[in-house]
């Protein structure tokens, strides 16, 4: 109970950061949902934070998940969808899902492909999958984001795998995760100002100093570090998304073992940024 007392008293710096902008990718807590779903929507509430990212139900059913959400004043604005099912026709599925929270975004964070083989041709298939998926999602007045995981930053054609997506993006938009930016090899603050546009969505993750990155989109979780003490220069993004007026959310991620103890530490850093 002290953690949550602690969460507390941070609760009024996280609610002064503003509501538009920052909000929790519920995968962060995965491990707590497995054991106790009321308690881990319980630490949600605590940190003062209204806006997940999320989609799942934790072995509950729609309305019972939906039931313990509205308990506490916490609204799903974003859900995901696999690759596989935006590719094979399951559009509606995915449509049904989102309406059924009022969810006005789609995020897929990953493109299906052999090991560590992703290519031109992949990533012209994914362009043509998400171009197609997000015109159907756009109807419904749903926006479809894609996440890239690092492995998009490969050399092509004097830029990126990432730019071919960028620039043929003509029905969704994207969701940056600055660790996995960093990480792919790319900056996020300068491809957040080459395609000030395409980014709709934000996952708040830093990267522990000294990791070296690589093009295959896997890390260890614990590399995830409190906001502003690792590599990325997450107040440069965050000041700049917010000049933009594009990103609608910034969502913290974070996949470690020390979430909970991290999380409250990272709002105290977003709430005394100017």
């Known amino acids: 109970m002290k953690k949550i007392t602690t969460l507390l008293l941070l609760t009024l710096c996280t609610i002064s950061i503003n509501a538009q902008e920052i909000g929790i990718q519920l995968y962060s807590l995965r491990n707590q949902f497995k054991t106790d ?24 059913s729609t309305e019972d998940f939906k039931s313990e ?6 609204d ?26 009022g969810a006005k975004y789609v995020m897929c964070a990953w493109i299906s492909h052999d090991g560590n083989n992703f290519d031109i041709e992949k990533t012209k298939e994914a362009t043509e999958v998400f171009n197609k998926a997000g015109k159907q999602l756009k109807k419904e007045g749903i926006t479809l984001a894609y996440h890239a995981h690092g492995y998009e930053f490969r050399p092509y054609k004097g830029g990126t795998l990432f730019d071919y997506m960028a620039q043929h ?25 080459k395609y000030p546009e395409k980014f709709v969505l ?35 993004v965050v000041k700049r998304a917010k000049e933009l007026g594009v990103v609608k959310y910034m969502f913290i991620e974070d996949e470690c073992s020390r979430v909970v103890e991290q999380v409250p530490q990272s709002l105290k850093f977003l709430s005394e940024l100017e």
Request: glycine share 14%.
């Open 169 to 193: 993006a003509n029905h969704f938009a994207f969701e940056m995760d600055v660790y996995w930016v960093k990480h792919g090899g790319a900056d996020p603050l300068t491809l957040l100002n």
């Open 76 to 101: 799903v604005v974003s859900v995901g969808a696999s690759y596989d099912d935006l590719k094979n026709g399951k559009v509606d599925e995915i449509i049904k899902n989102a309406k059924a929270y």
């Open 37 to 60: 779903v009321p308690g881990t929507l319980d630490i949600i509430q605590s940190w003062g934070l209204t806006n997940l990212e999320g989609g799942g139900t934790y072995g509950l």
């Open 69 to 74: 959400l509205e308990k506490r004043d916490l």
């Open 202 to 236: 934000l996952h708040l993750k830093d990267l522990e100093k000294g990791v070296k990155g690589n093009n295959t989109g896997h890390e260890d979780v614990e590399t995830n570090v409190v906001l502003g003490t690792g590599q990325i220069d997450i107040a440069g």
